[in-house]
């Protein structure tokens, strides 16, 4: 079983729609959690922490389910400019290595 | 501020060659960390260095991979011998402290012909 495991998609949305991406991880020891945005050919960007209560910022939500070992993003009204491709980053306790997903590519279409 | 830089943005070698590739972390970031993105691949961890010394290398090959995080300068990763399957997006990652948030670099595309 794969670290974290991501949907691959594509999905292909249109502008305004709202768009959930899933991600599971297997190591209970995991302590933090992230997503992290890719555009084509560039570096990943962090896109926000996730925590245990759940975390807004601005148009994303992120949540985390401990229990079930299994984090979301949630994208609001979506942009033209989100087209990308979404990272889900898992960060095992007392080490400093970042386990990434492959990656969710999102389009976004006019 | 600038970020994490890293250079050669692009670099090509032939099968057997050498490959350097430097990462500059960010201004006041002492902890610095590398990782490989082979293509349609998630990113995978390497190593994570701090001045002078090697953390955490679980996730560097056993041959013909080293690197380094000298007291001056940037750090470098060496790749010996190149062969082709070690083409690939090297990305640089820096933080401040152990458990603060990793920014990473624009990469070093690597291509072996």
């Known amino acids: 079983r794969k670290e974290v495991e991501q949907d691959p998609g594509p999905f292909n949305v249109p502008e305004g729609a709202t768009v959930a991406f899933n991600c599971t991880y297997s190591n209970s020891a995991s302590q933090s959690f992230f997503w992290y945005r890719q555009d084509c050919r560039k570096e990943p960007k962090l896109l926000m922490s996730?925590?245990?209560s759940g975390n807004e910022d601005g148009r994303f939500t992120a949540q985390l389910n401990r229990a079930s070992q299994y984090i979301s993003l949630l994208i609001r009204d979506s942009k033209l400019s989100d087209s990308a491709t979404y990272l889900c980053?898992?960060?095992?306790?007392?080490?400093?290595?970042?386990?990434f997903g492959k990656g969710t590519k999102l389009t976004v279409n006019p | 501020n600038a970020g994490v830089m890293q250079n050669p943005r692009h670099l090509v070698r032939r099968r057997g060659q050498e490959a350097r590739l430097r990462c500059s972390p960010m201004k006041g970031h002492s902890h610095v960390y590398w990782y490989r993105q082979l293509p349609e691949e998630g990113l995978k961890f390497m190593v994570y260095l701090q001045k002078e010394n090697i953390i955490d290398e679980s996730g560097m090959p056993k041959e013909r991979f080293s690197a380094e995080f000298p007291k001056e300068g940037p750090s470098i990763l060496r790749i010996q011998q190149v062969v082709r399957g070690d083409s690939a997006a090297y990305f640089c990652?820096?933080?401040?402290?152990?458990?603060?948030?990793?920014?990473f670099g624009p990469g070093t595309r690597l291509l072996v012909l």
């Open positions: 980053v898992v960060n095992v306790g007392g080490s400093e290595k970042l386990v």
């Open positions: 996730v925590y245990s």
């Open positions: 990652a820096s933080s401040p402290l152990f458990g603060e948030t990793q920014y």
